[in-house]
C-alpha cells in the first residue's frame, strides 16, 4: 500500500463550475497504482468540489444559475459581509457542494462512469487560484 500527497494549485477562473479533473490528474503521480482511491479535499470556504456531468456544458450552467437564484448575493438577512456581497452565498455554496470527493482508482487512472467528471464550483467573482490536497492511497503494481 502507498500514500502519496500532493498540493494542485489550479488557475483561477471566473464564477461558476468547471471541469479541473484533467488539470489535477497532471499535477499528481498515479504511476504504479494498481487499485485505489484518490481523495480531493479544496483548502477554502468560498468554492466546492463536485463530480458532474462533464459533456454536457449546460448542466454546469445550469448548477451555476440555480445556487445564484437560490442564494442571492448580498441578500439582505445575511449577517457575514465584510468581504462583499458574494463572500456569504460563497461559502453557503461551498456548505452545499462540499469540499471534497473520494474517487476510485484502477490501473493508474480515475475509475469514473462514462458521463462522470471533477469539477470546481468557484463561487466568488474573483476567488483567484484555489489550492486541492490530493491524496492517493493505493496498492502498487508488483513489478
Known amino acids: ?24 490528474l ?9 487499485t485505489g482511491l484518490l481523495h480531493l479535499f479544496l483548502l477554502h470556504t468560498s468554492a466546492g468540489l463536485l463530480l458532474t456531468e462533464n ?11 440555480w445556487l445564484r437564484d ?3 448575493d448580498g441578500w439582505g438577512r ?14 453557503l455554496g461551498s456548505a452545499l457542494f462540499g469540499a ?3 474517487l476510485p482508482l484502477e490501473r493508474g487512472r480515475l475509475a469514473l462512469g462514462r458521463w462522470q467528471g471533477v469539477a470546481l464550483a ?10 486541492v490536497r490530493a491524496t492517493v492511497m493505493g496498492v502498487v503494481r508488483p513489478e
Open 122 to 131: 468557484e463561487l466568488r467573482e474573483s476567488g483567484g487560484r484555489r489550492t
Open 55 to 65: 459533456a454536457s456544458p449546460e448542466v454546469r450552467l445550469d448548477l451555476d444559475r
Open 78 to 91: 445575511f449577517e457575514h459581509r465584510l468581504e462583499g456581497p458574494d463572500d456569504m452565498p460563497a461559502h
Open 1 to 24: 500500500m502507498t500514500f502519496r500527497t500532493f498540493d494542485v494549485t489550479l488557475q483561477a477562473r471566473p464564477r461558476g463550475i468547471h471541469l479541473i479533473g484533467d488539470e489535477i
Open 26 to 34: 497532471a499535477a499528481i503521480d498515479l504511476q504504479g497504482i494498481e
Open 100 to 102: 471534497s470527493l473520494t
Open 70 to 72: 437560490a442564494v442571492p
